[in-house]
Each structure stands twice: as C-alpha cells, then as structure tokens.
C-alpha cells in the first residue's frame, strides 16, 4: 500500500515538473508567450498611421484598402489610397503589424502633369496687330545677351544639379555620395530618375524635369 502511494506521488511530481495541464495541454504561461509574440495593431490603426503620414484623413481620400499579409513570419498590413479629385495621386504603403512601423512608402501620380501646376509657356514673339509695331530695327541695332545659356536639357525647367539637390533635401543626412541619378526620356516626358541609399533605407524618385515637381517617391527599410 506505501509502494502504490510513492509512486503516484513520484507520477504526479514528474508531471509537475514537466509542465503537464489538464489532458497534457500546454501551460498557460507558453500560451500567453505566444500572445505577446504576436501582438496586432489592427486594420483601422494601419490606416490611421498611412493616412497621418501622407498628411491627410479619410474623408479626404478615395479607394482606401486597406489587407493584412504575412511573409516568412512576419505579418504586415498594405494600406493603399488615391488623394485629389480625379484620383491624380496614389499612395501604398506597407505597415508592421506588431508596432506600426512604415516597411516601405510609394507616392506615384498618374502622370507627370498631374504631380502639379505646370508652368505657362515663356512669350515668344509674334505679328503685334498693330501695323507700327511691325516696323524693321535700325540697321545699327545689335542683341544683347541678358542672361547666360541656359545649362538645362532641352525642354528641362530645372537643371540636373537642382534636381539632385531636391531629392537630397527629401533625406536628411544623404550627401552625392548616397545618390544615384540619371536623365531619361519616358512616353514624351523628361523624367530625372534616381536612387538614394542612407541609413538601411533605398529611396526611389522621379522628378518631371519640366515643372520641377515629384512625379514618384518611394521608401523601401533593409534590416
């Protein structure tokens, strides 16, 4: 009878040890781990921290989606929305579900006439209407220059110099030596494109060489 006491004693102990539940489930201590583990800020403050990011709420927007994904682990909300009357910019973004921080940030407008005013045509001479205004220059008459060559590209507002340093404006900290850059040609437009790689971040950019404004902008983090 002692024999049959000790070892249900020593089963119960062992058991103990081992961290057996009821039925051999796993403690409640590993199952509250887990839930920490995997901690969500939820959908609504996904979109919540985009929209304040982009400067704007949510009854100013359109089409706002707004899904969770997971990748190798880690799970993550793609938060997308088009700003302007017309949907004339479109923004994406994709946010850590475990404490909201922005993985990567794309601003991209429609084309680059969209990404802001453009600026009106320089005047150019023409037939004045009235008759005196038409008459020939003075033989003795010679142009004087008023200002230097233009240094921009063809059909260019800004040269490749001003471009460069908008974009390096846009990164606080990046220098040249961060920056790559180039001038293409894109469906008729000017495009200045580049890169910016800083701090465990890779900036991508487009800047309509004709008005000077940021036709895309994206931010992509590298651990």
């Not at 996904?46 to 990748?71: K, N, Q, Y």
């Not at 017309?86 to 994406?92: C, D, H, K, L």
């Not at 180039?182 to 910016?196: A, C, K, V």
Request: net charge negative.
């Amino acid at each position: 009878m002692k024999k049959r006491f000790l070892s249900a004693a020593a089963a119960i102990l062992i058991c103990l040890l081992a961290g057996c539940g009821s039925g051999g489930a796993p403690s409640s201590q590993n199952v509250s781990g887990q839930e920490t583990q995997t901690a969500d800020i939820g959908s609504s403050q996904a979109s919540g921290i985009a929209l304040a990011d982009a400067g704007t709420e949510e009854s100013l927007v359109s089409h706002l989606l707004v899904s969770r994904e997971e990748e190798n682990g880690k799970a993550y909300y793609k938060v997308a929305f088009t700003v302007g009357a017309s949907g004339s910019r479109e923004y994406r973004y994709e946010i850590q579900a475990s404490d909201g921080t922005i993985l990567t940030k794309e601003i991209t407008a429609d084309s680059p006439s969209d990404s802001g005013s453009t600026p009106q045509p320089s005047p150019t001479s023409s037939p004045a209407e009235d008759p005196a205004a038409t008459a020939a220059p003075t033989p003795t008459a010679t142009p004087v220059p008023t200002s230097p060559p233009s240094q921009n590209p063809d059909g260019a507002a800004i040269s490749f110099e001003e471009a460069k340093q908008m974009a390096l404006e846009r990164v606080p900290g990046a220098t040249e030596a961060n920056l790559e850059m180039e001038l293409d040609r894109d469906d008729g437009f000017l495009l200045y494109e580049g890169e910016i790689h800083y701090n465990s971040r890779e900036y991508e950019f487009e800047i309509d060489a004709a008005t000077g404004n940021f036709v895309k902008w994206s931010e992509d983090y590298h651990d």
